[in-house]
């Protein structure tokens, strides 16, 4: 697999199906597992950061789920590339840096993506479109089975798996949940759910990961606590909390349409009337319009446009996304150009 | 005829034709004229209102270019109507006031439109599409010559014809052309031109007529004097005028295309998009949009869109219009509604 095949290829998360599609983006799961008697990724030497790597790739074959994947080392990928890969949401920011050693193993599908030597020596992800934590975790769980025969896991009776940072420590698991909120915001009663959230040790990211603000109306969802419940309880957690979260958008968008139909339906028809023509655009602006379309998807206002070219048009309109298309460096001016050009073209 | 055939017919001045019709939208002369022996219509008791009617209705039938017109007594016209005609630019918000013995001929094609009893006696105007003074001279000359054989105008050898307003005295002959200006006004030169416009005795007022400010980058640019010049010599001038800002406004449309295309093209092409899917819209931004497109259409940008029907669109979409094509009295909510309405459905 070349990287450049991601390019005109879905995504499974942004396939725009799965429960709840209308409300839930994707349903993540991510587990973080380090191999005793090594250093953790950040401490380690050369001879430990190779040790590690060979290792945990030599784990892979026998696993499930694992036969048709890629594995690339960081090292020998172009910097384009490496932010390509942190915009399809496949791994961290930090991945791209200090590169020795690190690896990606990701699948066609773009179902799973591992990092190995990043904060911890292996960091597995599985990602599913919908509400569907539980498809999520059964996957990521019969391989993370495989991988525990072949390799020995850093692990303590006491303190379950032991993680670089303690945040992490126990099951070593975040589940994340990405919801897709405009009514909720457009009413002005997401500050009140936000903080609820943040009560119940939950943490609320936006649509590119960590340290990104909540960005056309789009919220990461994931639990705080690693430790001190098992894998089921987190998931049944997360589950419960983003089922009264659906509800409340599902009460809001009907609030909306009761009381403000037509300026809302002439908000999303402007928006989706604005991508159609621009011909130089933001980022921001582009993802504030989309999130302004997929709800007049989502509420039956547009008809005959796929949810899944919206979804896709979140990730490809991004910089090195762009730049790939494009296939050169292009500057901030000719990225807004460039964008303005794809989404026209895909939305024609 | 009868006024709702106006609705759906297209005025000569709305075609979009005619020398200059890029940026000139429309040429009009208009002639004041007063019967001698009867008091200007304000002071005019009720049988000498009456008297003014009935010979100037009188006078018609002999002259030229009058068969297919219409007469309508504005005591007989409802409100919504009266308003219609101010909005088509057929006569004066005045003409609406205290319809006593007043009336307006019209023909079918909107080139004529009389008002009796309005400031003065007999108010004639004759419109033409593009840069054509000469043309709606010709015209409203050859009826005035034909109307002065039947009635005997107030006339002074020393002051020409007298008018109710000493404005107005002389040639009775105001000169007017619309002219579409968005370069100048994009690249903030137009105060510079319209202040010299002012210097030079010209007045200018905006799209809707007298009183109403340029809105949309549409200026009216009249002669202020009609004393003292014959009238060839009152076109002569204008003509001048209006040539020195037509090459003006094309210097600023070529400017803008050398240093900031791309930035218009999205600027036109946006304005575009809003038109073509906004479900509720303000007159103003109607108008400011309108604007953008006719620039865009007229520097190529925008083909396949003809300009009649943007034109015509600034007309439509104004109260009373809406109002007429809905059959019943509308709020203004119900009107931006409407106005969006008929704005998607003429530029699908």
């Not at 290792?55 to 990928?77: D, H, N, R, Y």
């Not at 390799?151 to 099951?171: D, I, V």
């Not at 997929?294 to 206002?301: E, T």
């Amino acid at each position: 697999m070349n990287l450049n095949d991601l390019l005109n290829h879905t995504s499974e998360w942004l396939k725009g199906t799965g429960p709840h599609s209308d409300i839930v983006i994707s349903s993540r799961i991510r587990l973080a597992r380090n191999l005793d008697k090594l250093m953790f990724p950040q401490w380690a030497n050369k001879k430990q950061g190779e040790e590690a790597l060979q290792l945990i790739v030599g784990s892979f074959p026998k696993a499930p789920f694992l036969k048709q994947t890629s594995i690339f080392k960081l090292a020998e990928v172009d910097n384009i590339d490496k932010q390509f890969l942190v915009e399809r949401h496949l791994m961290s920011l930090e991945h791209t840096q200090k590169t020795n050693h690190k690896a990606i193993l990701i699948d066609q599908e773009e179902v799973l993506s591992f990092m190995i030597n990043e904060e911890d020596h292996l960091r597995m992800q599985v990602m599913q479109s919908g509400f569907n934590l539980y498809e999520a975790w059964n996957i990521i769980n019969q391989i993370d089975d495989s991988l525990a025969k072949e390799l020995s896991y850093a692990f303590s009776a006491e303190w379950g798996y032991l993680t670089a940072c303690p945040t992490n420590t126990g099951t070593g698991m975040r589940g994340s949940v990405m919801l897709h909120l405009p009514a909720l915001v457009i009413t002005r009663q997401i500050d009140r759910v936000l903080a609820a959230i943040a009560k119940l040790s939950f943490t609320t990211r936006g649509l590119y990961g960590e340290g990104t603000q909540a960005m056309g109306n789009f919220f990461q969802i994931s639990n705080q606590v690693s430790l001190g419940h098992s894998e089921d309880e987190i998931i049944r957690n997360i589950n419960g909390l983003i089922r009264q979260i659906i509800e409340q958008e599902n009460q809001a968008r009907e609030a909306l349409l009761a009381k403000s139909k037509a300026p809302l339906e002439d908000r999303v028809h402007r928006s989706y009337g604005i991508l159609k023509s621009a011909h130089i655009i933001s980022s921001q602006e582009t993802t504030e319009l989309l999130s302004m379309v997929r709800l007049g998807c989502d509420m039956g206002m547009i008809s005959n446009l796929d949810r899944r070219v919206i979804n896709e048009l979140f990730i490809i309109t991004q910089p090195a996304h762009l730049q790939k298309m494009e296939n050169k460096k292009l500057s901030q001016e000719e990225r807004d150009v460039k964008r303005a050009d794809i989404i026209r073209h895909k939305l024609v």
